[in-house]
């Protein structure tokens, strides 16, 4: 059985060379860490925050995250696809997931605010009623992806095949339809 760490803050912590202790981490607060390229497998987090932390490349397979909110946090290259996937549940605010990877998984709801996910791959993903909230999806991949009723109303840059992607009920602005048609390469006069 691991360690139970309870309602713990850490402040400006430097985990790229020294791991942070395996444990589950319930109701902690991490903030202003550097995790880059460090080593967070096999750790649980619940109910945890993460605030201006950098966990660009890291180590992160078979970790759990549930109910863990991450804010204007660093998280480019994230493979969340090897995370334990059970009761996974996140939220981000103002974060850069550049190249992160969410393939497969159930993200049903998901919520991503004023985020940067260029590049960010959720091939093969369920992100029925997911939201996109003023996010830039710059060559973000979207293949066999389940969007059905999902919120691209204010999202910018995107490019979504319809014929390759479940689509029906998402929403979209008239401003941004030509993501939905660029594979026509087709010249769109504003």
């Known amino acids: 059985m691991q360690n139970l760490i ?11 060379a020294t791991r942070l202790a395996r444990a589950e981490y319930e109701n902690c607060i991490f903030e202003g860490c550097d995790f880059s390229k460090g080593y967070l497998d096999n750790q649980i987090f619940l109910e945890c925050e993460f605030i201006d932390c950098n966990l660009s490349n ?15 946090c660093k998280l480019m290259g994230l493979a969340f696809n090897t ?9 981000f605010f103002d974060c850069n997931l550049s190249f992160a990877i969410f393939t497969e998984l159930k ?7 004023s985020c940067k996910l260029e590049e960010a791959d959720f091939g093969d993903c369920d992100l029925n009623k997911s939201k996109f909230d003023e996010c830039n999806l710059e060559r973000t991949v979207f293949g ?9 109303s204010s999202a910018t ?5 319809p ?28």
């Open 6 to 16: 309870l309602d713990k803050t850490f402040k400006g912590g430097n985990y790229t």
């Open 58 to 72: 890291a180590n992160i397979v078979n970790t759990t995250f549930k109910e863990v909110k991450f804010s204007h």
């Open 144 to 152: 066999r992806t389940n969007l059905q009723k999902a919120d691209f």
């Open 83 to 91: 995370c334990n996937a059970f009761l996974m549940d996140l939220s």
């Open 107 to 113: 993200l049903a709801g998901q919520v991503f605010t």
């Open 163 to 190: 014929d390759n992607n479940s689509m029906t009920g998402a929403i979209f602005s008239k401003d941004s339809l030509e993501g939905l048609l660029q594979k026509h390469k087709l010249k769109i006069l504003k």
């Open 157 to 161: 840059n995107f490019s979504i095949d």
